[in-house]
Structures are given as structure tokens and as C-alpha cells.
């Protein structure tokens, strides 16, 4: 993985003040970018198996 020090602006304020924050408050924000990482993963499974499963619950649902 290559890293590069070009940041958004968004970025550059989002980091200066998460720096400015004490620990305790750094370890609940990346908590929480875990949870919202984990919650669109979560949405895009359901979204891909509802996707996949489209075809199967016309055929039910067409079927006389």
C-alpha cells in the first residue's frame, strides 16, 4: 500500500482536530469510524443480496 501525504482540505481540518482532542476522546472517535465502516458494509451486503435475489422472488412471485 502506497501513502501519500496529499490531504483534502476536509482532511487537513478533520486531523488537526482530532490532534487537539485527549486520547480518550481519539479512541472513541476511531470506534466510531469503525462503526460506520461496519454499518455500510452491512448496507451494501443487504443491498447486494437483495440485488441477487431479485430474480429468484419474481419467479416465486409470477408463479401462478
Aim: zero cysteines.
Amino acid at each position: 500500500m502506497v501513502h501519500t501525504n496529499i490531504y483534502t482540505e476536509s482532511e487537513k481540518i478533520l486531523i488537526a482536530k482530532i490532534r487537539s482532542l485527549p486520547q480518550d476522546k481519539v479512541a472513541e472517535i476511531i470506534d466510531f469510524v469503525d462503526f460506520l465502516s461496519q454499518l455500510e458494509q452491512q448496507q451494501s451486503l443487504v443491498y447486494s443480496t437483495t440485488k441477487l435475489s431479485e430474480t429468484a422472488f419474481e419467479t416465486i412471485w409470477d408463479n401462478p
